[in-house]
């Protein structure tokens, strides 16, 4: 079973549309939690932390269930920049590490 | 703040020869990963260092991968000898303490043939 495990896609939706990806991951003893975002042939850049009450950050609320090991990302009123790969990210604080884990993403293309 | 950066950009290389990555993380971060994407496996953590020192090297696949870190503005990811497996794009990213995000650098596409 892989660490974090997230839906491939993609996902196509119409402009405007609501989508919501989930993540769940195997490690309970992970403590910190991460959306990024991927473009095409670019590298992963940080969309949003996930904190354990949820967090908004404009069109895009994050979700965290601790005890079901799951991670959500809503993306409301969806425009065509919004396409790109979305990854759930898992980070492991163990012994002075700081192991950050990746799902393997999942394709969002909005269309007019 | 320059960012991560990495070099080369892009590699094209021979089958069996030595290939070096380089990477300089944002001053000041304490930790630097290093992680190879492919289409089948996704973004992969290979090494990461704290302060210079390896901490987790789980990742690397096998002895023709070394990576070091002889101080905090430099690392280098070695591949001898290269195979054509391993044509994947390889990212270093840096993070300043624990529980923060990590910074990627705009990676290396290696291609192996």
């Known amino acids: 079973r892989k660490e974090v495990e997230q839906d491939p896609g993609p996902f196509n939706v119409p402009e405007g549309a609501t989508v919501a990806f989930n993540c769940t991951y195997s490690n309970s003893a992970s403590q910190s939690f991460f959306w990024y975002r991927q473009d095409c042939r670019k590298e992963p850049k940080l969309l949003m932390s996930?904190?354990?009450s949820g967090n908004e950050d404009g069109r895009f609320t994050a979700q965290l269930n601790r005890a079901s090991q799951y991670i959500s990302l809503l993306i409301r009123d969806s425009k065509l920049s919004d396409s790109a790969t979305y990854l759930c990210?898992?980070?492991?604080?163990?012994?002075?590490?700081?192991?950050?884990?990746f799902g393997t993403g999942t394709q969002l293309k909005v269309e007019l | 703040d320059a960012g991560v950066i990495q070099s080369p950009r892009h590699e094209v290389t021979e089958m069996g020869q030595e290939v070096t990555l380089r990477c300089k993380p944002i001053?000041?971060?304490?930790?630097l990963f290093w992680y190879r994407q492919t289409m089948m496996r996704g973004l992969e953590l290979l090494i990461y260092?704290?302060?210079?020192?390896?901490?987790?090297d789980s990742g690397m696949p096998e002895d023709r991968f070394s990576a070091k870190m002889p101080n905090a503005s430099f690392s280098t990811l070695k591949i001898q000898p290269s195979e054509p497996r391993d044509s994947a794009v390889y990212f270093c990213?840096?993070?300043?303490?624990?529980?923060?995000?990590?910074?990627f650098g705009q990676g290396t596409r290696l291609t192996v043939v």
């Open positions: 990213a840096s993070s300043p303490r624990p529980n923060t995000e990590a910074f």
């Open positions: 260092f704290n302060n210079n020192v390896p901490i987790d």
């Open positions: 990210v898992v980070k492991e604080i163990t012994g002075g590490g700081n192991k950050l884990t």
């Open positions: 001053s000041g971060h304490d930790y």
């Open positions: 996930v904190y354990s």
